[in-house]
């Protein structure tokens, strides 16, 4: 059972498996398989509360980071992957810890809109859209969907909504995503608190350092999500029990711990695991204007497109969101998600859906930044890894939970094996 306080600081993450062996806290070497941001704040939590113990990050690639990084050209600056985070406190916990309170800020909570282009035509998503589905129809599909192990269509019975809250997160369609974990508070996946949940909320609401986040807001980093990156790469850098390797890779946990000389049960793997289950690919645009250019474009979050012959699945209006600068002054700038199940890579067709949907002036900048993979997490899959048995350590958005919140939270609920608090008892 977990505590009052355990969902004050966890909150909903608390739902989600924690597949970690209670064994690993008596490891005196711990090998951390991926250096994403999962890996990276795993071995920071441990080796700060654990100087004792000795830490080998290990990543396969030449830098830090995972899908994280930041595209920047001139005073133009983008995310690939996320690039910003919703409100959980276990975020601004980590960033207060590693000392970027100055750079992190809150969304810019005048412009939250959201709109779903269909039938070309931008709708609104606000609180009118449950309407729109029928309140009736959506009490009838969340008491359905608690039965667990079904899809985010069958929770969301419209299916041009439900697809682009999909899209929006996971970039794939409603009837692919498990909804419990998706949304495992609607779903009521796994354990519940004693409490209701909106007393729990007003004193989470009480726990954030820095700043309490405003409704419907969410927040980023001065520089982009590369600035958090490179932030926890220099603390851990002062921790004398890390120790990271990069251009290094493991077929799998055990062989990790051969190379070692550890246990398996010191090793924890903070990695997709190859041909596990299928993946959605994406390219990454970014499109700048003359501000003048782009007057029609109302200000807002951004917009999803569900219609699947169109090549683009949304547009983030970055220069919009953020509380720190994404443009030169007097420009805004796009970032276009074109998912390849819709687009044969033809860049050209990118820039006339863009006229279409933006604007026909002539852009200032348009460029292909980058190519990203998101994993799949097909109905039942959340219920399928909480049934199975912990062999191995296994962190991080290709496991258990696909937002930085989780993979930051998840961390912390690790670095409690290591007092033996909340985290571990699941
Ligand atoms: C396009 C996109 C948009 C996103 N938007 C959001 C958002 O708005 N909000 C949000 O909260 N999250 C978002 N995310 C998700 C967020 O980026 C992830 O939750 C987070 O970055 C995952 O970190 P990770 O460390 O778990 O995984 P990864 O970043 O995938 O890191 C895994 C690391 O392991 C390394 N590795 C792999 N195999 C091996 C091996 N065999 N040996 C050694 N190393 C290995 C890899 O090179 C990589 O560095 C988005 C992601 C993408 C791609």
């Not at 080998?56 to 994280?68: A, M, Y």
């Not at 994406?282 to 204007?289: D, K, Q, R």
């Amino acid at each position: 059972m977990y505590l009052l306080q355990d969902w004050i600081r966890y909150g909903d993450e608390l739902r989600r498996p924690l597949h970690i062996l209670p064994k690993v806290s008596s490891s005196s070497h711990i090998a951390i398989v991926g250096g994403g941001l999962s890996g990276l704040t795993t071995a920071y939590r441990i080796a700060e509360k654990r100087p004792d113990i000795s830490i080998t990050l290990i990543e396969k690639g030449k830098s830090l980071g995972g899908v994280i990084s930041t595209w920047k050209d001139g005073e133009w600056c983008c995310d690939l992957a996320v690039n910003a985070t919703r409100p959980h406190p276990a975020v601004w916990r980590l960033v207060d810890d590693i000392g970027l309170g100055e750079k992190f800020h809150p969304s810019n909570h005048a412009v939250r809109r959201r709109w779903i282009y269909e039938n070309g035509k931008s709708h609104p998503l606000n609180p009118l859209t449950a309407i729109k589905i029928g309140p009736l129809n959506i009490l009838r599909s969340i008491n359905k969907v608690r039965k667990g192990g079904l899809s985010v269509d069958q929770l969301i019975p419209n299916k041009m909504i439900a697809d682009a809250m999909t899209l929006g997160i996971v970039n794939d369609t409603a009837a692919n995503v498990d909804a419990d974990f998706l949304f495992p508070r609607l779903t009521r996946f796994g354990r519940n608190p004693a409490k209701r949940w909106s007393s729990i909320k007003r004193k989470i609401k009480q726990t954030y350092p820095l700043f309490t986040p405003k409704r419907g807001t969410v927040a980023s980093f001065e520089g982009g999500m590369s600035t958090l990156v490179n932030q926890l790469e220099k603390q851990i850098g002062k921790l004398p029990n890390v120790k990271i390797l990069l251009n290094t890779s493991f077929e799998n946990t055990g062989q990790a711990a051969d190379f070692f000389g550890i246990p398996e049960s010191s090793v924890i793997w903070a990695a997709p695991v190859n041909n596990e289950r299928p993946s959605n690919k994406l390219s990454v645009f970014v499109i700048g204007y003359k501000e003048a250019d782009v007057k029609s474009v109302k200000k807002g979050y951004g917009t999803l497109i569900p219609e699947s012959d169109i090549p683009i699945s949304g547009i983030l209006h970055e220069s919009d969101i953020h509380g720190s600068r994404r443009a030169p002054i007097g420009h805004r700038l796009f970032r276009i998600m074109v998912p390849h199940s819709r687009w044969d890579g033809d860049n050209e067709e990118i820039r006339q859906y863009v006229r279409e949907l933006l604007s026909n002036a002539d852009p200032v900048i348009f460029e292909k930044i980058g190519e990203r993979t998101i994993p799949s997490y097909p109905p039942g899959y959340l219920s399928k890894i909480s049934n199975s048995d912990i062999s191995i350590n296994r962190i991080g958005w290709s496991f258990s939970g696909v937002s930085i919140t989780h993979v930051i939270a998840e961390a912390e609920r690790v670095a409690d094996f290591f007092n033996n608090k909340a985290g571990g008892s699941a």
